[in-house]
Nanobody, 117 residues
Framework: VQLVESGGGLVQAGGSLRLSCAAS????????MGWYRQAPGKQRELVAQ?????????KYTNSVKGRFTISRDNAKNMMYLQMNSLKPEDTAVYYC??????????WGQGTQVTVSS
């Protein structure tokens, strides 16, 4: 599975961006998919995910709840992260990922999001 992110960039605080993740290649059954981010000097952080098992659903880290929305378009093999009311602390490299039921994870190369104050 190949994952390619796009949509990052520079935006002022309070602005919006939509990240896209395009998936291609063969894969098995997907257990979860989502977005992580990593800011300079910090650990990678799970931002949002869609879970297929255990009843499914979406999860967000507390700092983005109410501002970010994760979605998927199965027909287009796409995943999105709509980010509104962006804050300088949202500045990071954002990575999309897919986790299969086999335990294998796939990652994109990352896209930079910079929010200026």
């Amino acid at each position: 599975v190949q994952l390619v992110e796009s949509g990052g960039g520079l935006v002022q605080a309070g602005g919006s961006l939509r990240l896209s993740c395009a998936a291609s290649g063969r894969s098995g059954s997907i257990r979860a998919m989502g977005w992580y981010r990593q800011a300079p000097g910090k650990q990678r952080e799970l931002v949002a995910q869609i879970i297929s098992g255990g009843g499914g659903g979406t999860k967000y880290t507390n700092s983005v709840k109410g501002r970010f929305t994760i979605s998927r378009d199965n027909a287009k093999n796409m995943m999105y992260l709509q980010m509104n009311s962006l804050k300088p602390e949202d500045t990071a490299v954002y990575y999309c990922y897919v986790q299969l039921w086999t335990g294998i994870d796939y990652w994109g190369q990352g896209t930079q999001v910079t929010v200026s104050s």
